[in-house]
């Protein structure tokens, strides 16, 4: 899903960590809130799959980057 929404909107691409208590944390970056906006409902059976996946979920919270550093290695 995160690869269509790149291809066919534009996203930035998404994270999936896990927490120390074994709790997954996912996040998508997107370029600005529009973008965002106009890819809801690019798949739809696609989305709905990924939402009855999720056992719990929270509020979206959107964020403004500031400045962004990584190091991690790429590959």
């Given at each position: 899903?995160?690869?269509?929404?790149?291809?066919?909107?534009?996203?930035?691409?998404?994270?999936?960590?896990?927490?120390?208590?074994?709790?997954?944390?996912?996040?998508?970056?997107?370029?600005?809130?529009?973008?965002?906006?106009?890819?809801?409902?690019?798949?739809p059976q696609a989305l709905s799959s990924m939402r009855e996946a999720i056992a719990a979920s929270f509020p979206d919270i959107r964020c403004q980057?500031?400045?962004?550093?990584?190091?991690?290695?790429?590959?």
């Open positions: 899903m995160t690869q269509e929404i790149h291809s066919r909107c534009g996203s930035y691409g998404s994270r999936l960590h896990r927490a120390d208590d074994g709790t997954r944390v996912a996040y998508a970056r997107w370029p600005d809130a529009s973008a965002r906006e106009r890819c809801q409902g690019v798949d980057l500031i400045d962004d550093l990584p190091a991690e290695p790429l590959g």
